[in-house]
């Protein structure tokens, strides 16, 4: 009777174990129906929020203090939510926050951050996380989670934390298009990366926003970003000049010579940039002047400014305990220093202020144009750890993901003040940069590699630089500097080569050539800029948005070969290594040792920049252009601005006869923009756009004019001349 009773005791315990597991396993979010369709909200023309879980409202775009150019973003034609919104799913669990958004078969992703490897990211898994160049495409120095579809949407995971990225690789048991198993034991073409209908993505986070970017194009789908963070950044007309860095520790002398070594060669200079040396202390920082070095710095400013120079100072965030801001800093600081400098906790304003206001009373007052944030991406070994504390509160995780979207912020704040523009440079960013005039730069120094980062920051709205620092020959010297001409910010940085721009004095010519060019194209590359700043559009277009383009032209099929192909796969070749420069220039670098190369032309007509030749149309030509020659096309009717090249700027007076030039057949309109360069008063209407016509007269022959004017500023660019390029 006893036994019977514990038996049937037992019984039911067991039974009521396997009823609560059930239970238990029945809540796990383990299937597609567990997880929650997203509500997404529509927040301008064409961009729409959800929130997976729980969102404190923290994001990346509530760090960089963007703002949505609503007036642009409502200037772009309708768009509908551009997928299946009721696909698009998302659950917490584990502490984590995960969500899921589905993806077409033929669909090509591109984007995740400033890559310096290929463009195409479909099939790649990305934990990314903010650090200095290393090999792969997760650790980078802007490492924005937005990625572009080639189906024409963009969508932004906005949380500021290590985000995980499945972009099309995961097969789910119940995903809508579960692939057919394929059996290795009797088909070649089974895959070890089976395809996968969705992008899958989690932070461990409550929650995680997910901001959707209509089309209709990809291009369309980056321009609403770009306007939806606040428009593009438009740089002062002088910091589209050339750039020189010092090498370090050199004196205000040096500096100052430096100028007439300038003046004497016939090469053009707008800024020079102060490396480690001009600080007191640097690594960490004082930002206080070296008397030794700099014994007079506001008589030293003068100088430059009378010359027409403007001064950037480099400098990394960490503070010295022998700085004057040093005791003010300290409780605004996180645990752990760098370098044993303190880390300021730029989230508190009481921090922001005692910076800014060093920053504006020994720095910005006597005529210091702009900053190089150095070290603001990190490198594990000596960054703060992942488990450092903040004053604020904020996890150490999430200010290594916007330490530099802090600091743009606060510097943009301090010019702004001052109704003074500002350009710059920072080696890291992240979401949300869109407006901050500051361009990225890398100690990496592949060239390849660096055309490669141009190409993918057009993806994800931040602006970078291929620095030109040394050279193992005259011929890499003038590759590398051809390239760094068609780039956002054109600089030598001599830092440590102590390298001039004549320094490969076989090639000096070739050099001031291509510079003279870049100041030559100063309307156009201006008016490239104003198109990011008031319609969204990357200054760097990767090729893959420009219409016509087919990179199906660079895919090769794949020949059986047992020992490097053994399944016969297709070779896709990534293509990176040409880009739009504006509306209408194609750019194709060349790399040393490359006597010709290929260029993919998109359809239409495309001709020579540089004798206005036809040279092709929706196919692949191979060029062999001479050492002082960087290839340059110019699609049919392309309008180019230009001016005679002049060694500075800011010392531009009186009126600037304008070159106005015509590419091919078509009969075709170009605006050209101008402001005076350097305030905000653009943003109060002082602007003007020249709207240019090349018209065919009756005999068929094209003629240009200036249709008309929008805007109140009075334009300097006279008399125009019109160019007939293509005879
Ligand atoms: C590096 C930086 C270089 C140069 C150098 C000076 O971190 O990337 O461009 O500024 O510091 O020490």
Redesign the pocket.
């Known amino acids: 009777m006893v036994a019977s009773l514990r038996q049937n005791r037992s019984t039911a315990v067991l039974i009521a174990f396997l009823l609560m597991t059930a239970v238990l396993w029945a809540a796990e979010p383990v299937g597609l129906a567990d997880m929650k369709v997203l509500e997404f909200v529509e927040k301008a023309p064409g961009v729409w929020l959800a929130t997976v879980g729980k969102s404190d409202g923290v994001t990346y775009l509530s760090y960089a203090g963007a703002e949505p150019r609503l007036g642009g973003l409502g200037k772009m034609s309708a768009a509908g939510f551009p997928l299946e919104a009721k696909e698009i799913v998302g659950v917490t669990s584990n502490n984590r926050a995960i969500v899921r958004i589905p993806l077409k078969d033929a669909e090509k992703l591109y984007g995740f951050g400033l890559q310096f490897a290929g463009i195409n990211r479909r099939g790649q898994v990305l934990h990314l996380r903010t650090d200095h160049y290393r090999r792969g495409n997760e650790r980078l120095h802007a490492p924005v989670p937005l990625y572009v579809s080639s189906n024409g949407y963009a969508v932004l995971f906005n949380s500021p934390k290590f985000i995980s990225v499945y972009a099309g690789i995961g097969n789910r048991w119940d995903s809508p298009n579960f692939p057919t198993p394929k059996d290795r034991n009797t088909d070649r073409s089974w895959p070890a990366q089976p395809r996968s209908d969705a992008v899958e993505a989690s932070v461990i986070a409550d929650g995680m926003e997910v901001i959707v970017f209509a089309g209709p194009t990809a291009l369309d789908a980056i321009r609403r970003y770009n306007l939806y963070c606040g428009g593009g950044a438009l740089p002062p007309k002088w910091g589209l000049g050339f750039w020189h860095r010092m090498r ?1 520790h050199a004196t205000s002398d040096e500096v100052v010579r430096e100028l007439d070594e300038f003046e004497k060669r016939n090469f053009p200079l707008d800024v020079i940039g102060l ?2 040396g001009w600080h007191s202390k640097s690594y960490p920082c004082t930002y206080e002047w070296n008397p030794k070095l700099y014994p007079n710095p506001a008589e030293f400013m003068k100088t430059m400014n009378e010359n027409g120079v403007r001064v950037n100072l ?1 400098e990394n965030p960490y503070v010295s305990p022998d700085a004057g801001i040093y005791e003010a800093i300290k409780p605004l600081s996180g645990s752990h220093t760098v370098w044993l400098g303190l880390v300021p906790d730029f989230t508190l304003e009481a921090a922001r202020k005692v910076v800014s206001e060093q920053h504006e009373k020994e720095h910005l007052s006597i005529g210091v144009s702009g900053y ?1 944030i ?2 603001v991406d990190g490198y594990d070994f000596w960054l703060w750890p992942d488990h450092a504390l903040f004053p604020s509160g904020t996890s150490a995780e999430e200010m290594r993901q916007t330490y530099a979207l802090q600091i743009q912020k606060m510097l943009m704040k301090l010019f702004r003040d001052r109704n003074q523009r500002t350009y710059g440079q920072i ?1 890291a960013s992240n979401a949300g940069a869109s407006a901050y005039p500051f361009a990225i ?1 890398s ?1 990496h120094y592949d060239h390849k590699g660096f055309v490669t980062a141009m190409v993918n920051s057009g993806f994800c709205g931040v602006l970078y630089t291929p620095e030109i620092r040394s050279a193992g020959s005259s011929e890499e010297w003038v590759r590398r500097m051809q390239s760094v001409c068609f780039s956002p910010l054109t600089q030598l ?1 001599g ?1 440590a080569s102590n390298t001039k721009p004549w320094s490969f004095a076989d090639v000096t010519n070739e050099v001031r050539e291509v510079i003279q060019l870049r100041m030559s194209l100063l309307p156009y590359i201006y008016t490239t800029f104003a198109k990011y700043r008031f319609e969204g559009t990357p200054p760097i277009r990767p090729m893959v948005l420009e219409a016509g383009y087919n990179d199906e032209q660079a895919v090769i099929a794949g020949k059986l070969d047992d020992a490097k192909n053994p399944y016969a796969m297709a070779i896709r070749k990534d293509v990176s290594d040409q880009f739009m420069f504006g509306e209408c220039l194609l750019v194709a670098p060349i790399f040393v040792g490359q006597k010709s190369r290929s260029v993919i032309l998109p359809t239409g007509k495309w001709y020579d920049f540089y004798t206005g030749e036809y040279a092709g149309g929706g196919e692949v030509i191979t060029v062999t252009p001479a050492l002082n020659r960087i290839p340059l096309y110019v699609k049919d009717g392309g309008i180019i601005a230009m001016i005679e090249p002049v060694n500075r700027i800011s010392k531009m007076t009186g009126d600037v006869p304008l070159t106005v030039r015509h590419y091919g057949e078509k009969a075709s309109r170009a605006a050209v923009y101008d402001d005076d360069g350097k305030t905000f008063d653009y943003e109060k209407g002082k602007y003007v756009w020249l709207n240019l016509e090349a018209a065919k007269n009756a005999d068929d022959k094209l003629h240009g004019s200036v249709k008309s004017l929008t805007g109140s500023y009075k334009s300097k660019y006279k008399p125009i001349n019109w160019e007939f390029m293509t005879k």
Do not use: A, C, I, V
Request: glycine share 0%; proline share 8%.
């Open positions: 370090t490396e480690p480099w190089k150095d070290e080696r730069y100690d940085n830092w």
